[in-house]
């Protein structure tokens, strides 16, 4: 008689944290440049800049990748893009949730979870050995999708 109630908060969606298992994180290795992106990042930043933007946009045509960052040559990637709506949903569906994504972190897991951004992490971000420490597990959105 009254339909089905929604927890929609006046504010707007729930930022959530989304955790996706290794398998969407992406990379290329851009040793055939004839050029030290390192140096250029150092010394001629507008250039550096320009120079990224025109790779991501040839590494990503289709436009179903977010591009995370460049790590020691490599330009790294999260194949996330199509699965963003589809966890929405699902969270609106199951829960009666709005969210958005507000984070990313690949980690060591096998299935898609999410959870509320402002919670502790659910999973530690992943590193593929403890000699590349440093590379791109996690991407926060400026604004949340």
């Known amino acids: ?3 089905k109630k929604n ?3 006046p504010e707007g ?3 959530f944290t989304l955790y996706l298992p290794k398998k969407y994180r992406v990379s290329a290795l851009l040793s055939d440049l004839p050029y030290d992106l390192e140096q250029i990042k150092k010394t001629q930043p507008k250039i550096y800049k320009s ?3 025109k790779l991501v946009k040839e590494f990503n045509k289709d436009k179903n990748l977010i591009f ?3 790590y020691k040559n490599n330009i790294v990637f999260f194949d996330c893009i199509k699965l963003i709506p589809f966890v929405k ?3 609106f569906d199951k829960k009666d949730l709005n969210v958005c994504i507000k984070k ?3 980690a060591d897991i096998d299935t898609i979870q999410a959870n509320p ?3 502790e992490l659910m999973y530690n971000p992943c590193t593929p050995t403890e000699l590349h420490a440093e590379y791109p597990s996690t991407y926060t959105f400026d604004n949340p999708i």
Do not use: A, H, N, T
């Open 1 to 3: 008689m009254f339909g």
């Open 7 to 9: 927890r929609v908060s």
């Open 13 to 15: 969606p729930e930022k």
């Open 51 to 53: 120079l990224i933007s």
């Open 68 to 70: 995370v960052d460049i």
């Open 89 to 91: 949903q699902q969270c």
């Open 104 to 106: 990313i972190v690949i």
């Open 117 to 119: 951004y402002e919670d």
